[in-house]
T-cell receptor
Framework: KQEVTQIPAALSVPEGENLVLNCSFT??????LQWFRQDPGKGLTSLLL?????REQTSGRLNASLDKSSGRSTLYIAASQPGDSATYLC????????????????FGQGTILTVHP | EPEVTQTPSHQVTQMGQEVILRCVPI?????FYWYRQILGQKVEFLVS????????KSEIFDDQFSVERPDGSNFTLKIRSTKLEDSAMYFC??????????????FGAGSRLTVL
């Protein structure tokens, strides 16, 4: 059974710092990995999706890397801002059992990020 | 930007009552999902739905739960007789196509269910 773990559970940094969030998964047979942002009481916003054949994806100040063989992904946030404060979740999709399993995500517990001015 | 819309945003109910949570997926999406998140715990997959039938369900999705797409736009989750442990945030999600990496799963803002 796939298990996804995120470290650290919580992180508090001053504005402007570069930071790294970690995600590990136990079964390397994944189709893709996604990073999400969750604001308190809100839904999940997809930040980056990395296909299993890719090594990294970038969007603005965010860069996500994937090392499938070691079961690890990192989310790098450059020049953090108070508006980045949220919970960051990573989730993996299994290699095709077929059909809608491609939308069946297994989530980590998240990293609560606080960026203070 | 297209959104997945969920109603109600918060529902409080008594144990044993039936609850229906509603979702309007993005209009041209074909694959629909329900997830839940108990306070302080991980987001968990409940059920996937395609072509008007359940494709896959988790062990959480027992006989108390059902889903349907009654009118081609709404996608509902019904809990027949709620229990205290059903208290959670329920997220609806939809996806355009199965394999394309460009088609990420789009989540709604969630419906918070509180069972007293």
């Amino acid at each position: 059974k796939q298990e996804v773990t995120q470290i650290p559970a919580a992180l508090s940094v001053p504005e402007g710092e570069n930071l790294v969030l970690n995600c590990s998964f136990t079964d390397s047979a994944i189709y893709n990995l996604q990073w999400f942002r969750q604001d308190p009481g809100k839904g999940l916003t997809s930040l980056l999706l990395i296909q299993s054949s890719q090594r990294e994806q970038t969007s603005g100040r965010l860069n996500a890397s994937l090392d499938k063989s070691s079961g690890r992904s990192t989310l790098y946030i450059a020049a953090s801002q108070p508006g980045d404060s949220a919970t960051y979740l990573c989730a993996v999709v299994p290699v095709g059992a077929g059909g809608t399993s491609y939308g069946k995500l297994t989530f980590g517990q998240g990293t609560i990020l606080t960026v203070h001015p | 930007e297209p959104e997945v819309t969920q109603t109600p945003s918060h529902q409080v109910t008594q144990m044993g009552q039936e609850v229906i949570l509603r979702c309007v997926p993005i209009s041209n999406h074909l694959y629909f999902y329900w997830y839940r998140q108990i306070l302080g715990q991980k987001v968990e997959f409940l059920v996937s739905f395609y072509n008007n039938e359940i494709s896959e369900k988790s062990e959480i999705f027992d006989d108390q739960f059902s889903v349907e797409r009654p009118d081609g736009s709404n996608f509902t989750l019904k809990i027949r007789s709620t229990k205290l442990e059903d208290s959670a945030m329920y997220f609806c999600a939809s996806k355009l196509a199965i394999r394309s990496g460009a088609n990420v799963l789009t989540f709604g803002a969630g419906s918070r269910l509180t069972v007293l």
